[in-house]
């Protein structure tokens, strides 16, 4: 089994900044592609930021130049530095992981809980 665990939400004003954290545990073989995801109120989930296993990057246009996803390997944990932040940015983020379990060895797709971020105005 396997848990991802988010910490780092909270209320910031428009201008500051946040970093999101995600720690994967439990029966790991190889985590791939890991990133973040958020859901703003009446809204469909969204791609903010993923990072595959050989760091190369993807971002949605609105966060672009002011959010950055990195990975520590060793802690198989995923970040997400937000800085700028805006109201349009206040949502739930969700981390995303594509693991490859132990036992049995097969790939699977995991989710945090969710974090909220409220940037206010």
């Known amino acids: 089994q396997v848990q991802l665990v988010e910490s780092g939400g909270g209320l910031v004003q428009a201008g500051g900044s946040l970093r999101l954290s995600c720690a994967a545990s439990g029966s790991i073989f190889r985590i791939n592609a890991m990133g973040w995801y958020r859901q703003a109120p009446g809204k469909q989930r969204e791609l903010v930021a993923t990072?595959?296993?050989?760091?190369?990057?993807n971002y949605a246009d609105s966060v672009k130049g002011r959010f950055t996803i990195s990975r520590d390997n060793a802690k198989n944990t995923v970040y997400l530095q937000m800085n700028s932040l805006k109201p349009e940015d206040t949502a739930v983020y969700y981390c995303?992981?594509?693991?490859?379990?132990?036992?049995?060895?097969?790939?699977?797709?995991?989710w945090g809980q969710g974090t909220q971020v409220t940037v206010s105005s």
């Open positions: 990072m595959t296993s050989g760091s190369n990057t």
């Open positions: 995303n992981a594509d693991i490859t379990t132990v036992v049995p060895q097969r790939t699977y797709d995991y």
